[in-house]
């Protein structure tokens, strides 16, 4: 709600006449002016400040947007300075609230990136870890005519059900068994294992 500078006059009026008691300055400025709206408790404590930071020159909106100006370049230089530092520990220091702090940074396209962890490593470490080019690092995998399949990723849009089927198992199966190895950057195979293991260690 705004007021006339009238009003606003009478409102710090009252309020001094009260020592600064906002509730007892509502009291007093209804029984003053009692065909007048009402300020609320608040508007006189606001108001009585507002006076305090930015006088009485009718200027206000001059020096508020001084002040955000200087707050802001005060927040931009502190992020500059640290920019680890926290928004909740940049408002206690600086004296501004958080939700202005933060809208700050947004404004002037500033965000708040993670940091990425790694593993810490010492000097002599890098050469250390070389061994892992000396392994020779092997797999084998079976492979049939059934394969893998996720049934319940399987669908068929209809208006009713087609009682749709897939057949899955056979009377004639067949399997592969692959063999691979990674030595360093090399691969060596894939190498095709006879279906038997007895067989294939008795014909080694």
């Not at 009718?58 to 926290?86: C, E, K, M, T, Y």
């Not at 600086?94 to 700050?104: A, D, E, G, N």
């Not at 993670?114 to 070389?130: A, I, N, S």
């Not at 057949?167 to 006879?194: K, M």
Request: contains cysteine; hydrophobic residues 30%.
């Amino acid at each position: 709600m705004i007021f006339t500078n009238e009003e606003y006059a009478d409102i710090h009026f009252c309020y001094g006449f009260c020592d600064g008691n906002a509730e007892a300055a509502v009291r007093e400025y209804r029984r003053r002016y009692p065909n007048r709206r009402l300020p609320s408790a608040q508007v006189f404590s606001r108001t009585h400040q507002n006076f305090r930071n930015f006088g009485l020159g009718g200027n206000v909106d001059h020096n508020r947007n001084r002040q955000n100006n200087n707050n802001q370049n005060r927040i931009l230089r502190a992020f500059d300075n640290n920019p680890r530092l926290s928004s909740r520990r940049a408002a206690h220091q600086l004296q501004i609230s958080k939700s202005q702090i933060l809208r700050t940074l947004r404004n002037n396209h500033k965000h708040a990136y993670h940091l990425q962890p790694v593993h810490h490593l010492h000097p002599g470490d890098p050469e250390q870890r070389t061994f892992l080019r000396k392994i020779l690092w092997t797999d084998e995998s079976t492979f049939t005519r059934r394969g893998i399949t996720n049934y319940h990723n399987i669908h068929i849009w209809a208006g009713e059900n087609p009682r749709e089927i897939r057949p899955r198992s056979f009377q004639t199966e067949f399997s592969v068994n692959v063999w691979l190895g990674i030595f360093h950057d090399n691969v060596c195979g894939p190498h095709f294992l006879p279906p038997s293991t007895l067989h294939f260690l008795l014909n080694f």
